[in-house]
């Protein structure tokens, strides 16, 4: 469980220094803390394999959940340029919205219209897809492959690039946050140096187990760091604290 906590008072904080060097502590360079990623919808045959698996195969029936029923869009323009956070429509054949999403960062957007085992309404040879004023159907589930879709419009170039950072500050993160200080900004200046005509604005998330000023000094320290520098180097537009609270299962 946790709450927000929205009003975070950075008083003298801002502005203090923490050390020399990049991140606070010269002797440490960019990349060596390293990271996973682990994306659903990228590993789409795991999931396939495990539902197929003895001990998992009743597992959808049981919570009522169909997951065959993904079906996978990417957009693109004539061009061949992908389209992104561009809206897109599942209606059924009369033109009646059934959900609506984004495309992402890579023009890919997903739906999973008949999530439930008990759904009665149109299947996916009755409905269709708006995007950019235009109407795809003859649909196809992502067992069979991705819809691709070409639309008439230009890709934009942005000129203003949103970057939120959420990071972990509990107590098993101490040693990780240290490393971060110089990660973190490697990524904002790796950021504006590449991308120069880009207005940033930043975002910051930070989880705690304990009420922020009472932290032990160290981590005190290296958490505020963080967000000086953020501070310090780009718009920020909100900076969130989460507070953990631990409950004991009797």
């Known amino acids: 469980?946790?709450?927000?906590?929205?009003?975070?008072?950075?008083?003298g904080y801002v502005g203090v220094s923490f050390g020399g060097g990049?991140?606070?502590?010269?002797?440490?360079d960019a990349g060596k803390l390293t990271a996973g990623e682990w994306h659903d919808l990228g590993n789409w045959d795991f999931w396939e394999g495990l539902l197929?698996?003895?001990?998992?195969?009743?597992f959808p029936s049981f919570w009522g959940f169909n997951t065959r029923s993904r079906i996978s869009?990417?957009?693109?323009?004539e061009q061949g340029f992908l389209i992104v956070d561009e809206p897109v429509l599942l209606q059924d054949a009369n033109g009646q919205t059934l959900a609506e999403t984004r495309t992402?960062?890579?023009?890919?957007?997903?739906?999973?219209p008949f999530l439930s085992v008990l759904y009665k309404g149109p299947n996916i040879e009755s409905v269709q897809l708006k995007v950019n004023q235009q109407v795809f159907s003859s649909l196809k589930f992502f067992s069979t492959g991705v819809n691709e879709l070409v639309i008439n419009k230009q890709q934009l170039t942005p000129t203003i690039a949103d970057i939120a950072f959420v990071v972990d500050a509990t107590g098993s993160m101490g040693d990780e946050i240290t490393y971060l200080k110089t990660e973190l900004e490697d990524v904002i200046?790796?950021?504006?140096?590449?991308?120069?005509?880009?207005?940033?604005?930043?975002?910051a998330v930070f989880t705690v187990m304990k009420e922020i000023r009472t932290l032990?000094?160290?981590?005190?320290?290296h958490l505020f760091f963080l967000l000086y520098l953020i501070l310090s180097k780009t718009r920020v537009l909100r900076v969130v604290v989460i507070r953990q609270k631990r409950y004991t299962l009797h």
């Open 189 to 203: 200046n790796r950021v504006q140096s590449g991308f120069g005509n880009l207005t940033i604005n930043t975002a």
């Open 73 to 77: 869009v990417l957009v693109k323009n």
């Open 216 to 221: 032990p000094k160290k981590r005190h320290s």
């Open 22 to 28: 990049q991140g606070g502590d010269s002797t440490m």
């Open 104 to 112: 992402d960062n890579k023009g890919t957007a997903e739906f999973f």
């Open 1 to 11: 469980m946790s709450e927000r906590v929205d009003s975070v008072d950075l008083g």
């Open 52 to 58: 197929a698996k003895p001990d998992f195969k009743n």
